[in-house]
């Protein structure tokens, strides 16, 4: 991963005397050539720490806060500054302009859920160049959400293949098929197109987004839809105890880039699933909070929790996100689908 040396500044006073203005159409390849070892005081051993803790480029300089870069790369708090104003620096070509987001706001797709109300909530249904995260006990329903938006990734991507990370043990293709036929789909071509990988321990769990990733950018894929399910159930089995926290959340952090990375580059929907614990200490209000803390939380744009409401129906919180009033709705899991109450 070590990344060439250029230095763009060189490259413009050589550019100078052109006079009429040259628009940057450059392909963004090019600015990833600043890589980590351009930055002031930035060693080898550095880069291999921060790329240990997911800092794998200068953009994740750019937006980090001195604190974190002296807890993960040991670096004084003036030499993290240091790091963080020229990666600031170096970032300012690439900045878009609104006009152009709202263009790529416009290849945003919704994958819909056949609930009317989940739909209502989620604008339209779950979008692409987006993680969305759901989070709630035992049985509300992730993993049927994420069986769901795996077969109905079709209807808007007829012939892309959905990945799906399976760490429980409970993708289960029986599902793939009611739901398929509930949607009135061939089930033969959903199921061919669903890749299952079962992952079996956190760095298993990482190596097979980072596959995904190679088989996005190098191979052209056609991949649309990620599912993680479960996002943090390794995570925490494998750190356990206050002492890990610090350790487990570098990891996180780590994998929850490479997901960003997926769907805001590719265009990908991503949808996580993360268990919850119970807070003993909150005696007032919903004491379950969602695993994996604001790492999770803040690398996702929409965060959906959910939980078993009255006669068997699940009900949808919409906790937060980025252009949406939060809201909740009702639904039933069915054989066939997700109904409406
Ligand atoms: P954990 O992974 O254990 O945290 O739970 P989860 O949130 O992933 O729950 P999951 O999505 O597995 O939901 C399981 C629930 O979905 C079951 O308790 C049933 O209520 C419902 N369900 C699963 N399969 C069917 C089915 O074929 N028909 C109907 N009607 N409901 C189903
Ligand atoms: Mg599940």
Redesign the pocket.
Known sequence: MKQVLVEPKEVKKEKMEEPKEVKVEEPKEDQKEVGLSDLPGVGAATIDKLQESGYTGVMSIAVATPGELVEVAGVTESAARKMINAARDSMSMGFESGADLLIKRQTVKKITTGSKAFDELMSGGFETAAITECY????????????LLAVNAQKVFPGSTVVYVDT?N?FRPE?II?FAKGAGMDSNKVLANIKVARAYNTDHQMLMTEKVEDLVSKEGANIKVLII??LTAHFRAEFIGRGTLAERQQKLNKHMHTLLKLADTHNLCVYV?N?VMSKPDVFFGDPTQAIGGHIVAHASTFRLY?RKGKK?SRVAKLVDAPNLPDGECNF????EGLKDV
């Open positions: 709630g006990e035992f049985g509300s329903g992730k993993t049927q959400v994420g069986h429980e409970t599902r009611e399910d479960s699933t268990q959910l068997g039933f899991v069915t054989t």
